[in-house]
């Protein structure tokens, strides 16, 4: 029997069933060449212009493997908590696509790098989930295929296809958890909270930017449910390649409706992968599952096996970052801010950045404050990361240095930041080219004082009557005559002495 294209309610689905989940996380590594050959792995060259025999796998040539790789690949193992093998081989995954010239990958089957690892998540309460590490193993990635003249962009409707080699062959390392059993109703949270945490752990090690939405890391969401009671798994779809941390809960929760929605109604699930859809979060059939004898493994004849030497991995364990959640841990302790707000500058990628504005000298505080602000502000209207502005941590810390002496108010230095942004020059230079420095000459400031409360008579009589906060519209005044570039509080100050008022 088939699926049914109703989606039982999330709520009601879970009242029966109870989701199991894997995640199978691709991550590009960061190396200058391919994975068995000496190609460049540099991002935007002409198609096919990155290739030669042997990641094309033409006759005669023979493989090499990356050493940067093994070395990439055993820092993810370790910082998973993985033991890593002391002895492990490469194995042809034999399968006739069109995006793998050769007719098989070249990957690791029974004999992966690591295994048994586990990685700690924190889910949006602030408890934490295990998710425990089945493998880690180094493979290469396939080309990519370009479908031309359908509306989908799939092969399904294309009048043709055009194929770039330049990624077959680029280093991966797929990491894959054990069933994920337990989570309930929190599975799509879990599965999200997870890709998030691998994410920030291997930028954290420098061995990938692990950016998703260029492709250098990629989730497959395998699921399955079993009824309530039940103790054997239900038969798994697995949704391929995406993306986003968005899409991977979005992709869990629509599976868990959709397979609680075919069984419920007494069909069956067919194992398969299936596309993910941005624009409404559905999953569509790709194509049957392989199952692992269908792809006909067996050791690769042309590599020696990769042996690990134990003082080697000893060294490599000895300088690990430190781990991203007892990172953040200790940040929000020095900080000093909530859970919530220590999710939220992570998910705005704004750690790193407040790290670097505070190691240029400036405060926990003010460095928070203009990037969780007003340059947070700015790359969500860009539609940008906070990263790609244009704009430095050691800018930033300049400009809060300049509130902090009382050379910019908060105002002028929102338009230093504008400068900046705009490539106007360091904050100094776009302070000088556009006169922005606060105005602190005592006698100019007392004369625009004078000419408020003068052009204001009724105002400064509550004032003078003790109505302290009306001198909030003598304030304005002044702030306006002087272009917004006085000291708001000191312009305060100024008035209620001359005025005779208490500031109390």
Known sequence: MTVTTELVPYEDALASFDPVMGLEVHVELGTRTKMFCGCSTALGAEPNSQTCPTCLGLPGALPVVNASAVESAIKIGLAL??????????ARKNYFYPDMPKNFQTS????????????DVELEDGTTFRV????????????????????????HG?????????????????????????????????????????????KALGVSDARMEMGQMRCDVN?????KGAQKFGTRSETKNVNSLRSVERAARFEVQRHAAVLSSGGTIVQETRHFHEEDGSTTSGRT???????????????????PARAWVDELRTVLPEQPLARRGRLRAEW???????????????????????????????????????????????????????????????????????????????????????????PDE???????????????????????????????????????????????????????????????ELILDRLGASGS
């Open 81 to 90: 908590h993985c033991e890593i093998a002391e002895w492990c081989r490469f």
């Open 289 to 307: 599952k392989e199952e692992a004898e269908d792809y006909r493994y067996f050791p690769e004849p042309d590599l020696v096996p990769v042996a």
């Open 108 to 119: 690791q089957y029974d004999e992966p790098i690591a295994f048994d690892g586990y990685l």
């Open 430 to 492: 776009v302070v000088e080219a556009r006169g922005l420095k606060v105005v602190s000459d005592e006698g100019a400031l007392t004369a625009a004082v004078d000419d408020a409360i003068a052009g204001n008579p009724a105002v400064a009589d509550k004032v003078r009557g003790g109505k302290v906060a009306a001198a909030g519209a003598l304030v304005g005044a002044v702030m306006k005559a002087t272009k917004g570039q006085a000291d708001a509080a000191r312009v305060k």
């Open 336 to 426: 000093d801010v909530s859970a919530h707000d220590m999710r939220s500058i992570l998910n705005a990628g704004a750690i790193d950045l407040i790290v670097a504005t505070i190691d240029a000298g400036a405060d926990a505080t003010a460095a928070r404050k203009w990037w969780m602000g007003e340059l947070a502000r700015r790359a969500n209207e860009e539609a940008v990361e906070l990263s790609a502005l244009p704009i430095t941590p050691a800018d930033v810390a300049r400009v809060a240095a300049l509130v902090k002496e009382g050379s910019l108010n908060d105002k002028l230095a929102r338009q230093v930041i504008e400068g900046v942004l705009a490539g106007e020059g360091a």
């Open 158 to 202: 294309a009048s043709h296809s055009l194929l770039d080699y330049n990624r077959a062959g680029i280093p991966l390392i797929e990491i894959v958890t054990k069933p994920i059993v337990g989570a309930g109703e929190r599975a799509p949270e879990v599965a999200r909270a997870y890709v998030a945490e691998l994410r920030e752990l291997i």
């Open 223 to 227: 699921l399955s449910l079993m009824p």
């Open 132 to 155: 425990e590490i089945e493998r880690a193993h180094m493979e290469e990635d396939t080309g990519k295929s370009l479908h031309v003249g359908g509306a989908t962009g799939r092969i």
